[in-house]
């Protein structure tokens, strides 16, 4: 069974800086890609940043500059780097994982930023 689990969340100003992982544990096949995504109270949950099995990176505009995702192949975890938090960047963070088979979410890391 894959589990996801995220950690890294918590109360920043803003401004400031928080580094998200999420580690997989369990056997996790044929990865298409892994993300990120968050959920604002009331909004519906949005991509903020993948990273293909090939490497490459896309971003949501609104954290482009300023998010940074990256993975540990060895570890079967990967990170979000977040620098310049603004309070719109508030919300529960979730990583995602695509796989040929099937798709799995982590529970989830709240993330809030104060102004």
């Known amino acids: 069974q894959v589990q996801l689990v995220e950690s890294g969340g918590g109360l920043v100003q803003a401004g400031g800086s928080l580094r998200l992982s999420c580690a997989a544990s369990?056997?996790?096949?044929?990865?298409?890609?892994m993300g990120w995504y968050r959920q604002a109270p009331g909004k519906q949950r949005e991509v903020v940043a993948a990273?293909?099995?090939?490497?490459?990176?896309n971003y949501a505009d609104s954290v482009k500059g300023r998010f940074t995702i990256s993975r540990d192949n060895a570890k079967n975890t990967w990170y979000l780097q977040m620098n310049s938090l603004k309070s719109e960047d508030t919300g529960a963070y979730y990583c995602?994982?695509?796989?040929?088979?099937?798709?799995?979410w982590g529970q989830g890391t709240q993330v809030t930023v104060s102004p």
């Open positions: 995602n994982v695509d796989t040929v088979l099937d798709d799995y």
């Open positions: 369990g056997s996790i096949f044929s990865i298409n890609r």
């Open positions: 990273i293909t099995s090939g490497g490459r990176t």
